[in-house]
């Protein structure tokens, strides 16, 4: 095809003929990746995934609201916190734990009557 003898109008066709199929091309393309990637998803891919909500282990002291579950980066207000010179426990929040629940009150049981 010699471009430079070619009429602008056949050019102008040509270019629209092109483009049509270019984005007919393009959308089939593309929606066979996509069919792809939900097959692969679907199949145990890393696909997103709903994480546990974890309750916080740490404490804002001086804004309770703020909290941090020990996951991901620290806080700024923790980091900012250690960089002056406090430790992680101080700001941990004491939870009871099953065994001290279980020592903290036993039960008594009544004398059977005779």
């Known amino acids: 095809m010699n471009l430079k003898s070619m009429p602008v109008a056949k050019l102008l066709d040509l270019k629209g003929r092109v483009e049509t199929a270019l984005r007919t091309k ?15 998803t679907r199949f145990g891919g890393r696909g997103h995934r709903i994480m546990a909500k974890v309750p916080p282990k740490y404490r804002n002291p001086d804004d309770p609201s703020e909290t941090w579950a020990g996951r991901g980066l620290k806080p700024r207000w923790l980091a900012a916190a250690i960089k ?12 009871p734990t099953r065994a001290a629940a279980a020592t903290k009150a036993p039960k008594r049981r009544q004398a059977k009557k005779r």
Not at 84 to 95: M, N, S, T, Y
């Open 84 to 95: 002056a010179g406090k430790k992680l426990e101080h700001f941990a929040i004491v939870a």
């Open 26 to 40: 393009v959308a089939d393309r593309r929606r066979a990746l996509e069919s792809d990637l939900a097959r692969l």
